[in-house]
């Protein structure tokens, strides 16, 4: 393992405590779900120890993922077998949608309110609409770019046109914590961009590395990006971190996506044997990324 690799794994290993279901969850959603979504236990152990992470710990963090209804488990003779529940893949694939999906376009010049009625469940209703790419501008009035949610709920829904361009910037900075946000993004540049350095001298990899290192990237990138309403840029301060954190994240993982690959190919096993060939939509990941092209790996 590269020396740069281990330095990663020390930064994740420095924060406390290790949240090793969050991780599972990425394992799974990133490499696992786009080739059948069915994983061995085995195989999945054999990723964790690369990631420092003990047996123990992992058994641990999956009962707790199966009886929070994130994951279902069965055995074939002694083997044991894991994939996302529906409630999982749903979840995950909202957040496919943020993670690795193009920005959005440009803003169309008018805003989504929705004015929240007394429902009984506000703070889940405001939850649910806050992870949908709301912003709060009071405790019943929520705001987005555009319509992010279908027209049905407790709520009134109206459209709102600001008299200029300075008057929304204003409206979006009450609405989202863009200082916070973009804190998040600048992390994680500071952290991945000595990675894309050695990528483009040319380092060279081992397909395990280039698997936990791609891993790891969407593990912290999932963390800053699904903070962000994903504003229009028009709406944003100039420049914008969360663009550079973007085109960062896009070109280290399409470089190290055809090694992470092999390690799978010739690793990962589910209830039938080697997984399946990736989806279609898998190839469409950070799609406008351009791949360092001086990479040793193998």
């Known amino acids: 393992m590269v020396a740069f690799v281990e330095t990663l794994l020390d930064k994740f290993h420095e924060r406390t405590p290790i949240r090793a279901g969050s991780l599972i969850v990425t394992v799974f959603g990133d490499a696992v779900v786009p080739r059948g979504g069915v994983l061995s236990l085995t195989s999945l152990h054999e990723i964790m120890r690369a990631f420092r992470i003990s047996d123990t710990l992992v058994r641990t963090a999956l009962s707790r993922l199966?009886?929070?209804?994130?994951?279902e488990r069965w055995k074939v003779g002694r083997n044991s077998y894991y994939r996302l529940t529906p409630h999982g893949q749903e979840a995950f694939a909202q957040a496919t949608r943020r993670i690795y999906a193009d920005q959005?376009?440009?803003?169309?010049?008018?805003?989504?309110?929705?004015?929240?009625?007394?429902?009984?469940?506000r703070s889940a209703l405001r939850s649910e609409l806050t992870a949908a790419g709301y912003g709060a501008l009071g405790p019943d009035l929520l705001l987005a770019a555009a319509a992010s949610t279908d027209g049905t709920g407790p709520f009134l829904r109206l459209s709102a046109t600001p008299a200029d361009p300075a008057t929304a910037r204003r409206l979006v900075e009450r609405a989202w914590p863009l200082a916070e946000i973009e804190s998040r993004y600048r992390r994680f540049i500071e952290t991945y961009s000595g990675i894309l350095r050695a990528l483009t001298r040319g380092a060279g990899f081992a397909n395990l590395d280039a698997l936990l290192v791609r891993i790891l990237l969407?593990?912290?990138y999932r963390r800053s990006v699904l903070k962000d309403p994903l504003l229009p840029a028009q709406l944003l301060p100039q420049p914008w971190a969360g663009v550079e954190a973007r085109t960062l994240c896009g070109t280290i993982y399409r470089t190290l996506l055809p090694a992470a690959e092999?390690?799978?190919?010739?690793?990962?096993?589910?209830?039938?044997?080697?997984?399946?060939?990736a989806d279609r939509d898998f190839g469409r990941r950070f799609a406008?990324?351009?791949p360092v092209a001086a990479l040793k790996i193998g």
């Open 104 to 121: 959005p376009q440009d803003w169309q010049g008018s805003f989504d309110l929705l004015l929240l009625d007394n429902a009984q469940d």
């Open 262 to 277: 092999r390690w799978i190919d010739t690793h990962a096993q589910n209830d039938t044997g080697p997984l399946p060939s």
């Open 218 to 220: 969407i593990h912290d």
């Open 66 to 71: 199966v009886s929070e209804g994130w994951f």
């Open 288 to 290: 406008s990324a351009e």
